[in-house]
């Protein structure tokens, strides 16, 4: 049905939208179609790729049929999150594959609704919780075997957002429209946090300062859109954590300076531990992968010394392994690992016989053109794994609202909306 090269639109020129752009002009088996955005921004957007700008989904289908031109194979939504569900489906129904970023949207019924379509018209589905992707991500749930039973688990995403990231956006300040940190960003988290440990059962939160809002009144102030939270978690599991949120404090631990994968947030080398995961055998420290220990079964006790042990990046551990190949086929050295750990994220690439940084948007668009190709089926991450992350925020909405703990429902107790339907 399709060809080896997949022909994709980006739907949004604001700031992430041209970013996943620069990936799919990158690509060899990849090709930009289109920027569609209505903006002032889209022509500058279009032109800089080279490619022709629409300024709706309506307006480039119309165009498609008028000229028989074929529709684009897949999209990247890029969009603010209240419009991904009616962009999402009106695409599904051309038969458009979907790359959405998250959040799917800002309620689960609408979510559930684009999941159930997509599937009933046989169109792929990947959410953008690109971290996912992330090596350091990854070598954390290859290395969590280490700990022993994991127990409990405790996490920070803590930063200050400039004051102009919301004076440009209107809707990254707005709760209708689906902004506020916990929405934007610690949906992000809650993403990682249960592809580690599964299904969160039950949360409890309770929210942080409005230090924004300062200067509203107090009806304002519970209108003003939220700086974070402070969580306890529970997974169905047993495993049991803790959670800060903030978009208004000073500090390096979050996830984009820890491993710098955000060319906005400068990489902080010495900030250490935004997770840590604890164990009964040992403690594993993220993103720096230190790992706590103390393998002696007949030693484990506060009376003697905890040992720590740096574990290897997966792509480190699996660049020795080709480096050992290459060596006993050639009898040749290959190059020598970075000295520098975060650096030391690297890939030998033998084609190009150089060092490459693994990109986790790169890796995400490999998988989404993969599935569109039919050459992977599991969804890495799927609207259901998304609309579980959803789910959890919402239940830390609630938990805000009423002051009390709740449990995060299954997709199943989730309505679809047939308004949404066409
Ligand atoms: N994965 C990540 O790390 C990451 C990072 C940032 C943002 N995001 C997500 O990406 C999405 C976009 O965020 P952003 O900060 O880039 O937003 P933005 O406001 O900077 O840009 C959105 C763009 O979409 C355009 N747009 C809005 N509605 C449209 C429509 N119906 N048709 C065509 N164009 C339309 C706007 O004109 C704007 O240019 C959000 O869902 C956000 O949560 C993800």
């Known amino acids: 049905m399709y060809t080896d090269c997949v022909s994709i639109i980006v739907i949004g020129a604001g700031l992430i939208g041209p970013r996943h752009a620069s990936h799919v002009v990158n690509r060899p088996n990849a090709r930009l179609y289109a920027i569609v955005d209505h903006s002032a921004k889209g022509p500058s957007v279009a032109e800089s790729f080279g490619v022709p700008l629409y300024k709706n989904l309506t307006e480039m289908f119309e165009y498609c049929d008028a000229y028989n031109v074929k529709y684009p194979d897949a999209a990247i939504i890029a969009t603010p999150n209240h419009t991904h569900v009616p962009l999402g489906l009106h695409l599904a129904s051309k038969g458009v594959h979907l790359l959405v970023e998250k959040p799917l949207s800002p309620n689960a019924s609408d979510s559930k609704t684009l999941i159930d379509y997509c599937n009933s018209v046989n169109v792929k589905l990947l959410v953008g919780h690109h971290r996912r992707f992330n090596p350091y991500i990854i070598s954390t749930k290859e290395n969590l075997s280490k700990l022993g039973q ?12 400039p004051d102009d990231y919301f004076e440009e956006k209107p809707w990254r300040s707005s709760k209708a429209l689906g902004g506020g940190a916990l929405l934007i960003n610690l949906i992000h988290d809650l993403d990682n946090l249960q592809y580690l440990f599964g299904p969160v059962q039950r949360v409890y939160a309770e929210l942080l300062l409005k230090q924004r809002a300062s200067q509203l ?29 903030s978009d208004n404090v000073t500090s390096p631990f979050s996830f984009e300076a820890g491993t710098g994968e955000n060319p906005t947030v400068p990489f902080n080398e010495t900030a250490a531990g935004f997770y840590r995961v604890f164990g009964s055998h040992g403690t594993l420290s993220v993103p720096d992968l230190q790992l706590y220990h103390q393998n002696q079964e007949s030693s484990r006790s506060w009376l003697n010394p905890v040992q720590d042990e740096q574990l290897k990046m997966h792509h480190e551990s699996r660049r020795e392994v080709e480096e050992e190949e290459d060596q006993i086929m050639f009898g040749m050295p290959t190059p020598s690992p970075s000295p520098n750990m975060k650096d030391g994220n690297l890939l030998f690439n033998k084609s190009k016989n150089s060092l ?13 053109v993969n ?8 969804v890495k991450c799927s609207g259901e794994d998304a609309l579980r992350a959803l789910l959890c925020i919402e239940a830390v909405k609630q938990s805000i609202e009423t002051g009390l703990p709740q449990v995060v429902p299954s997709i199943d107790d989730i309505d679809i909306n047939h308004e949404l339907m066409i």
């Not at 994991?150 to 957002?161: H, P, S």
């Not at 529970?234 to 949120?245: E, L």
């Not at 490459?356 to 989404?368: A, G, I, V």
């Not at 599935?371 to 599991?378: A, F, I, N, Q, T």
């Open 150 to 161: 994991v127990i409990a688990v405790q996490g920070t995403w803590t930063l200050r957002k």
């Open 217 to 245: 009144s107090e009806e304002s102030y519970h209108e003003a859109v939220d700086e974070g939270a402070v969580l306890t978690l529970r997974f169905a599991n047993g495993i049991c954590g803790t959670f800060i949120c």
């Open 371 to 378: 599935l569109v190709l039919g050459k992977e089926s599991v």
């Open 356 to 368: 490459e940084k693994p990109k986790p948007f790169d890796l995400q668009l490999d998988h989404f």
